[in-house]
């Protein structure tokens, strides 16, 4: 007899969801990091980096998230490195988020006018400082609504980490729809979840965004 | 060694050590363009020299060229002590002894103006808070601006703004000051309060270099004029030099600006 759909699997969708956000989060962080790497490489004054950061945007974004999910999950072991689905997830969402977010926050670095770096520039501070004091402040401001935007991305495609066998949300849906062949309700659910987690982020962007909009200051 | 040569040569070529500013035979080009085509004049301490002319007549290039903000094609430029076109020239200690203030303000819009005035000296002088706190009161008293410590920029009018950037330049004691056309974003009222502000610091002694379009300010606080004209220094003299021009060049020149 096939089960119905009932309070069992709504648990295990929650539990899948818990995964999703972890899985979320850790990309967010990984990818995060990478990403002011790339940025600061992309607007360094030094040509290697700049071109070897660049290259790195160039690739990833030239290849469906899924391949990268694949090239990490099955190309590994073949390497002789055995990663786990959660690994391999965290590795794949972690390139992507970081060339897109790296190209994001490059804009916004450069989004603060030639002025202000010439200002510094004049009070005798390093191009460090110039960085630190000066234009990250004024780049991290420019980039807030767009960065949490950018979240609701990350979250919505965590759910392609089910394709290497990590039981997230949308494969926990999976599961659940095949044993119980009631694919309406199963990921009708399954979507209403991740509306909930994705909602919240959009609006605070949104908010952050009209904001920013009404003046510079953010106090 | 040859540098040695070059820093035993320098007090014969500035004439002195009342010469703070150099140009001699300066040429400037961006891609084709030559904006600057053999400039040559000095400035000397405690004195005000004010650079006039027509736009495109290269005086604002010039200026950023005595701050190292352009690098110069040819010629020579000595500021302080320092040559600008030795090839181990320490930037930032041309930039302490160099102030400028620029027609945009650019005060940095998510600092408080004692903020904007403390960053430097706290982090390039390493100047300890509570000093540094003193210094930009100090400062904000000379351009008037007390009322002003914890607002944000874009809470002040543009003359305040450039008041307050003014404070900032003086925070770090420089030995000159360069102004770039520091009036022209302001309306007549607010220019008023930001040249009073200006002839203070040159009654006090301050070495200046500026490019302006108020004639009636620059005969009154300039030691020296230069007019630049096509990209030359077309005529040089004491602020009295406006009411008897030389040239047919700056008396058509000096007719379109009054």
Redesign the interface.
Known sequence: MTPTFGLIHIQFLLQGAVLTLGLSLCAFIGGGLMGLGIALCRVSANPALRGVSSFYIQMVQGVPLLVIMFAGYFGLPAMGLSVSPLVAAILSMTIWVGAYLGEFWRGSIQAVPKAQWEAAECLALSRLQRMYHVIIPQAVRNATPGTVGFMVQIVKNTSLASAVGFVELTRAGQLINNSTFQPFITFSVVALVYFALCYPLSAISHKLESRLARGMRTV | MPEMTVSQNRPDTSAGNDVVVLLRNVHKSFANLEVLKGISFEVKRGEVTVLIGPSGSGKSTALRCV?R?ETISQGQIDVCGHNLTAPDLD???L??D???V?Q?Y?????LTVAENIM??PR??KKLPKQQAVELAKHCLAQVGLSEKFDS?P?QLSGGQQQRAAIA??LA?QPKVMLFDEVTSALDPQLTGEVLRVIERLADDGMTMVMVTHEMNFARRIADQVVFMHQGKVWETGPGSMLDSPATPELQAFLAHEL
């Open positions: 701050d903000l930037l930032r200690k930039r302490l160099v102030g400028i620029f945009s650019n005060l940095f819009p998510h960053l430097s982090t390039v944000y874009e900032r330049s770090m």
